[in-house]
């Protein structure tokens, strides 16, 4: 499956963003859908996972309550809507698919999309 995440960019500490991925080239809806993010140096870090229907949804803890993933099955996309960012929030954050458990490896990748949260 290939995904392409679009949507980054500035914003200022409080504000907004919505992240979109579309993915291509497989059935979407037969897989669970996350979105992981990577600070400069430091890990890639998991951030939200919605399952292939879109029935449940995961969080960690740093984003829960200011974070929302959602996904369209028609459309073939998943959404990640960012509301109160903070600066540590900046990263580059990535679009991923498993098939299977939530855990574990996620097998294909986004290009990821820069988040830049000002003070």
């Known amino acids: 499956v290939q995904l392409v995440e679009s949507g980054g960019g500035l914003v200022q500490a409080g504000g907004s963003l919505r992240l979109s991925c579309a993915a291509s080239?497989?059935?979407?809806?037969?897989?669970?859908m996350a979105w992981f993010r990577q600070a400069p140096g430091k890990e890639r870090e998991f951030a939200a996972a919605i399952t292939e229907t879109g029935g449940s949804t995961y969080y960690t803890d740093s984003v829960k309550g200011r974070f929302t993933i959602s996904r369209d099955n028609a459309k073939n996309t998943v959404d990640l809507q960012m509301n109160n960012l903070k600066p540590e929030d900046t990263a580059v954050y990535y679009c991923?698919?498993?098939?299977?458990?939530?855990?574990?490896?996620?097998?294909?990748w986004g290009q990821g999309t820069q988040v830049t949260v000002s003070s």
């Open positions: 080239g497989r059935t979407f809806s037969d897989y669970n």
């Open positions: 991923a698919a498993k098939r299977g458990s939530l855990l574990g490896f996620y097998n294909y």
